[in-house]
């Protein structure tokens, strides 16, 4: 019997494109050198997604209707074990970027990029505001919470 194999392990901090590497994906687990692979992260994402009998179309629908918000929406992997997370790319790029909440600390604004500082120490720069990133990871934080209380509600 073959084993399956998960395409993305929960400790997963942060998976984006790399472009100093022709566009391949870096992902970086906590305490971890960055790994990198070729493909898209959407199918990354999915293949993990699918494992959990779900996929990026329905997690998207589900944050869509929790937060009344249709834009930049956080991706639920897992929720019992907090496996979330939050894109931080511009809504028009590429590039897509997204960090797992369990493990952002914080970000600071460094010229036109964003550093997001891991829990581990750890840091990535980004093209991108630290308002936006804040606004990013408190939506996944206010989605959790409400998502939590819905299906509490309805058990």
Do not use: C
């Given at each position: 019997?073959?084993?399956?194999?998960?395409?993305?392990?929960?400790?997963?901090?942060?998976?984006?494109?790399?472009?100093?590497?022709?566009?391949?994906?870096?992902?970086?687990?906590?305490?971890?050198?960055?790994?990198?692979?070729?493909?898209?992260?959407?199918?990354?994402?999915?293949?993990?997604?699918?494992?959990?009998?779900?996929?990026?179309?329905?997690?998207?629908?589900?944050?869509?209707?929790?937060?009344?918000?249709?834009?930049?929406?956080?991706?639920?992997?897992?929720?019992?074990?907090?496996?979330?997370?939050?894109?931080?790319?511009?809504?028009?790029?590429?590039?897509?970027?997204?960090?797992?909440?369990?493990?952002?600390?914080?970000?600071?604004?460094?010229?036109?990029?964003?550093?997001?500082?891991?829990?581990?120490?750890?840091?990535?720069?980004i093209e991108q505001s630290v308002?936006?990133?804040?606004?990013?990871?408190?939506?996944?934080?206010?989605?959790?919470?409400?998502?939590?209380?819905?299906?509490k509600m309805c058990i």
């Open positions: 019997m073959q084993m399956i194999q998960m395409p993305m392990q929960r400790e997963v901090m942060y998976v984006m494109y790399n472009l100093m590497h022709g566009g391949q994906i870096e992902m970086k687990q906590w305490q971890q050198l960055p790994l990198l692979q070729s493909g898209h992260i959407e199918h990354l994402i999915e293949s993990t997604l699918l494992l959990y009998g779900s996929n990026m179309k329905t997690r998207r629908k589900l944050a869509k209707m929790v937060l009344n918000k249709s834009a930049n929406l956080p991706i639920l992997i897992d929720e019992m074990h907090t496996w979330i997370y939050f894109p931080v790319h511009r809504r028009d790029s590429h590039y897509k970027a997204y960090i797992n909440a369990e493990y952002f600390y914080y970000a600071k604004q460094e010229n036109q990029n964003a550093i997001i500082v891991f829990t581990d120490g750890s840091e990535i720069k308002e936006f990133i804040n606004r990013q990871y408190e939506k996944t934080i206010l989605f959790l919470d409400k998502y939590r209380k819905i299906k």
